[in-house]
Each structure stands twice: as C-alpha cells, then as structure tokens.
C-alpha cells in the first residue's frame, strides 16, 4: 500500500513540476513571414537553395506550434518590420543594415511582412515590435515581456537558424536565459549552413533537440 502511495505522489510530483516549467517556458518564433516562407518570398525565393529542408522546417513548426499551444507554453512571434524607407536602417554601410534596404524586405504592411498563413499569431499570443537588428531583442520589447511574465526556458525556431536564430540564441544565453534550439523547425540556406551551426554553434549558448523530442515534454 505504501509503494502505491509513493508512486502516487511522485507521479503528482512530476505533473507539477512539468506545470511549473512549462509555464515558465516560450515557443519563439523568428521571422515566420512570408518573406522566408512563402513560395513567393523574396527571401525564400532568393536564398534559400534547399527547399526540401525549408519545407520540412514549416512542417515542424506547425507541429511545434500546436503542442505549444495546447500546453501551456507562452507562444511569442518575433517578425521584421521596417518603416517605408527604412529609416530604422539609415546610413547602412555592411551587414544586413545594407542588405535589407537593397533587398526590399520586410516593408510594414505589405506581403513579405505579413505572417505565414499557418502559424499566425491568435490571441493572447505576444507579438514582439521594434525589432532593427539580428537578435530577436535588437530594440524590442522581447526582454521586458519575457521578464515581467517570469519566462525563463527559451524554445527557438525560425529563420534564418544561421543568421537570425544564432544571433537570437547567442544574446538570449548571455543575458540569462535557458536557451534551446529545435533544430529540425528551422532553417538555413543551404544544408551545409545548417550542419554547421548545429555541430560547432550551438553548444556553446544552448542546448538543441528535435521537435520529436519537444512534443514529448
């Protein structure tokens, strides 16, 4: 009798502290726009040269995203917005500064900006805003949200995982928080980016997992 009231108690243990961690978590989702992941993208269009493992990355992050919201994580979307002539950028000399006027991408209110049908955002879910630079928190509100809402476990994906999500990973690892990478709901240019980032990258700001493995949690 006693063992299956051990048992019990640590089986509500468990559940308990699965609560507790999930309400202190985020799904963060980086870039899911139209610009990287519609067929009409200017930067799916432009750059991304395997599109088998883009369109595996969409998949995923759908998948991603259902689980989250169906338990209790904090769901957080950190798009690019930039006003018409992209003052936010002005004088851009190197970099993406330089690259994204050139580009066009990412103008407000219009297609590229807009998010991918399938995993916009719903209510309640957070919409990060001033966002100018790589990381997710370049200028935005992304910090102060996830601060005053106790979030301390970061679960990212998106694009570009070699540009955006690295430099999302590597500022969310320095200022404290618990970082994670789904690896396979995200994507970069080609595969050798990507293998790359994986196997010499990632372990120095955060740990990585599947989205197998993210849905068992």
Known sequence: MMKIIIL???????????????????????????????????LRKNLVKDDKMMLSSIANIEKALQYAREND????????????????????????????????TFPIDEFGSQFYETVKPIEKEFIATGRVGASGFAGSNLDAYLRNNKIENL????????????????????????TYIISDASSAFNKEQQNYFLKEIVHHFADQLTTEEFVKK
């Open 8 to 42: 019990i108690l640590l089986i509500i243990n468990t559940n308990l502290m699965n609560s507790q961690t999930k309400e202190k978590s985020a799904l963060v989702l980086i870039e899911t726009q139209n610009e990287w992941m519609h067929p009409e993208g200017k």
């Open 73 to 104: 994580f904090s769901v957080i979307h950190v798009g690019l917005r930039f006003e018409k002539g992209y003052p936010e950028l002005a004088n851009g000399k190197s970099g993406l500064r330089k690259a994204i006027p050139i580009a066009g």
């Open 155 to 178: 679960y990212l994906i998106g694009y570009a995982t070699h540009v955006c999500v690295e430099s999302t990973m590597r500022e969310a690892h320095d200022i404290g928080y618990n």
